[in-house]
């Protein structure tokens, strides 16, 4: 097993795991430009993962029922209403055509529709396990992140150490819950139901290589079509997260679908804050040490 690091570029997580023979790390790519914000994905995903419902309560926050990530919500269609930003370009999907100006945002008074399917990062450099003390938390050979659910003990070190806000414990019993790329599926062959049922293949999974290369292509393919504000999230292996197993083409700033705009592994600074803990205990020591000795040897200088 190689040494394993808190941060920066990791280009075999799983084997740093200890996978030796080990396929290749499958990931989520979603196109947030082809959503349709059907929910098909929270759907699918509660019905394999046997997951409680969220009801049927007005948010107040369009058509979103479920407000974000949770034990229960292991997927989130996000509904972003907005005016149009004088000069961006409505959806691709919506009519006139592919990267043409809305005529009734030209004035910057139009209203245009963001969604997008939000999950689990599976973060290369994943906090959450980092910090779980029971092994409840493990990286599988799929690169992938998973909680056991019979070995959680509720503490709860994982919700805050998550940079993303992600997983949540459950309040009925406390222990943690969080997508996990349908570990059973992809055991057997199978891709993830939410990709599974993606009607427009918003949401892709497949090797993260290969997700990545596509993702590219879709963001040139989007720029010169004329929707220049296409960009990519978590996708960048030198982030401060060593890139995500799960990232997205996003139509505007990060923060407009509640993701952080430069999120950091919270375990990066531990190897520091333990050398200079232990410099400390050092200094305390060597100084106890020093108490006691000193006046021993006062004493017999005394009596010399």
């Known amino acids: 097993m190689r040494s394993r690091f808190f941060s920066g570029p990791e280009p075999d997580p799983a084997g740093d795991a200890g996978h030796e023979d080990h396929p290749p790390r499958a990931g989520f790519f979603t196109d947030t430009s082809v959503c349709i914000g059907c929910k098909a994905c929270e759907v699918a995903c509660k019905e394999w993962n046997a997951l409680p419902e969220d009801g049927l309560s007005l948010t107040g926050m369009s058509y979103d029922n479920t407000v974000g990530l949770g034990a229960s919500t292991w997927r989130h269609v996000a509904f972003v209403e907005q005016p149009v930003p004088e000069g961006r370009t409505i959806l691709p999907l919506v009519e006139p055509g592919p990267g043409t100006p809305d005529p ?150 990060p923060e407009v679908y509640g993701l952080p705009p430069e999120p950091v592994v919270t375990t990066r600074d531990l190897p520091a804050m333990w050398a200079h803990a232990g410099i400390a205990a050092l200094s305390l020591a060597t100084g106890a040490a020093l108490s006691f000795a000193l006046p021993a040897l006062t004493r017999r200088s005394g009596r010399t």
């Open 104 to 253: 009734d945002a030209a004035d910057g008074t139009g209203v245009r529709w963001l969604m997008s399917s939000d999950v689990c990062k599976h973060c290369t450099h994943a906090a959450c396990l980092d910090v779980c003390p029971t092994g409840s938390l493990f990286r599988t050979e799929f690169g992938t992140v998973v909680v056991q659910e019979d070995i959680c003990n509720g503490c709860g070190y994982c919700v805050p150490a998550c940079p993303y806000g992600v997983i949540e414990q459950r309040p009925s019993d406390g222990r943690a819950f969080k997508c996990t790329m349908c570990y059973d599926r992809l055991g057997a062959g199978q891709e993830p139901a939410c990709a599974k049922a993606c009607p427009t293949e918003s949401i892709q999974f497949g090797p993260l290589d290969e997700l990545r290369e596509r993702a590219a292509l879709r963001v040139d393919q989007l720029h010169t079509a004329g929707v220049t504000e296409a960009r990519l999230y978590g996708h960048d292996p030198d982030d401060g997260v060593g890139g995500d197993g799960a990232f997205f083409l996003l139509l505007d700033e």
